[in-house]
């Protein structure tokens, strides 16, 4: 049996200490994150903490170049979901009263009890591996030596797997109905509407990750990760039988799996109101997009411009799809809605996983095919429902186009 208590016996109790447990080597923890943003949390030391080169004065040149480093490392979403990880440790860690010498470097006995704790709270085996990687990457990216015998962790990453819940259920993609929902309970008085609303097409057809437009928060935009109206193109084709088809090419700056990379999307135009072109063109006139604006950025009521914030962008949809009585959805429903669409219209298989960025064994797109027998039925009663209605033209809102939203 495994105890903290030599560990924490060998340390000499300070002054106003509780049980033994000196107290004020309680450096860090939930306090020291007090006020720092999710993604940016795996930057914070504990106060007073020192590296074997913290003491050495580097140069400011040489500082950057680390920075710009790790900053190539993980991005955006990625760091947001470090900060989670981290705060849900040090909260753990705070609870048990684990001293800051005993998280910086982290001792295997501590991970081994938190992780006992994931498990009693039925995390699931991927979410637990993810937040051992999140305490590594993040004393890797202060200099602190990994000193965790993995080894001896691998009897709990056994429990982990064999008390796995397994995953919850699946929630349904956004379809026609969800969009006509979204679409009819809009304001469309608001500049803020016309940027929602192709946000949502431009996420749907497009097949994209809700982070791969949207922005994390409003001081977050970086023009090499997001994208902007200039990296929105007009592309044109021959169909066969001879017409001209007009689309628009855009660039994704940064993705999940291309990293700084980044992939194209392509935009189709349509002859409904469902059309991403049309919302696309009537958001950039009423917002005045410019070409170094993050694409979905608004003109704010209380004046400036804002960026559209990833969780504003689903908790708005949200509201709309409750208030017309429909269920809540999560951003990954946007991309499946659109792959689930294509799909039940005829698309073939390898051409969607082509417009979606999907590999050829991806196991996230073969659930869309999993759900279609039970999605048909749903689908075709409901697109029988769905009025046909168009956006208003810009050209039709007259004195309307000057207010603020």
Not at 175 to 202: P, Q, R
């Amino acid at each position: 049996m495994h105890s903290l208590s030599p560990i924490l016996s060998s340390l000499s109790p300070a002054a106003g200490s509780s049980n033994g447990i000196p107290l004020l080597r309680f450096t860090g923890g939930v306090a020291n994150l007090a006020g720092v943003r999710a993604d940016q949390r795996i930057f914070v030391l504990p106060p007073g903490y020192k590296t074997a080169t913290s003491e050495w004065k580097f140069s400011d040149e040489s500082n950057q170049e680390v920075n710009y480093a790790l900053s190539h490392g993980v991005v955006g979403g990625t760091l947001g979901n470090y900060g989670a990880g981290i705060l849900c440790f040090e909260s753990w860690a705070d609870t048990n009263g684990i001293p800051s010498t005993l998280r910086w470097p982290l001792q295997t006995e501590v991970l081994r009890r938190y992780l006992a704790h994931l498990v009693k709270n039925g995390w699931r085996t991927e979410t637990c591996t993810r937040r051992i990687s999140t305490l590594r990457i993040r004393q890797g990216f202060h200099n602190v030596p990994w000193i965790v015998d993995e080894n001896a962790l691998l009897p709990m990453i056994a429990a982990i797997k064999a008390a796995d819940p397994g995953p919850g259920p699946e929630r349904d993609p956004l379809l026609i109905t969800e969009l006509d929902a979204i679409f009819h309970g809009l304001d469309w008085t608001k500049n803020y509407s016309f940027a929602l609303w192709a946000a949502v097409l431009f996420g749907f057809w497009g097949l994209c990750r809700t982070g791969e437009f949207t922005v994390d928060s409003q001081n977050a935009f970086n023009p090499k990760l997001h994208i902007k109206l200039m990296d929105v193109k007009v592309i044109t084709a021959t169909s066969l039988d001879g017409k001209q088809v007009t689309g628009r090419s855009c660039h994704l700056p940064w993705t999940k799996v291309k990293k700084h990379l980044g992939e194209d999307v392509v935009l189709a135009a349509r002859a409904d109101y469902l059309c991403p072109i049309k919302a696309l063109e009537e958001h950039l006139i009423m917002n005045a997009v410019g070409p170094d604006n993050s694409l979905f950025s608004y003109l704010a009521i209380e004046g400036g411009r804002r960026h559209m914030g990833h969780k504003s962008f689903v908790s708005d949809i949200n509201v709309h799809l409750v208030a017309a009585g429909l269920p809540p959805i999560e951003g990954h429903a946007i991309r499946g809605g659109g792959a689930t669409q294509l799909l039940l219209h005829g698309v073939s298989e390898a051409k969607v996983r082509l417009a979606g960025r999907w590999s050829a064994t991806s196991t996230s797109f073969l659930k869309y095919w999993r759900q279609i027998q039970r999605i048909v039925l749903l689908a075709t009663d409901a697109s029988a429902q769905v009025a046909a209605v168009r956006i208003p033209s810009v050209s039709s809102w007259g004195s309307r186009a000057g207010q603020r939203s």
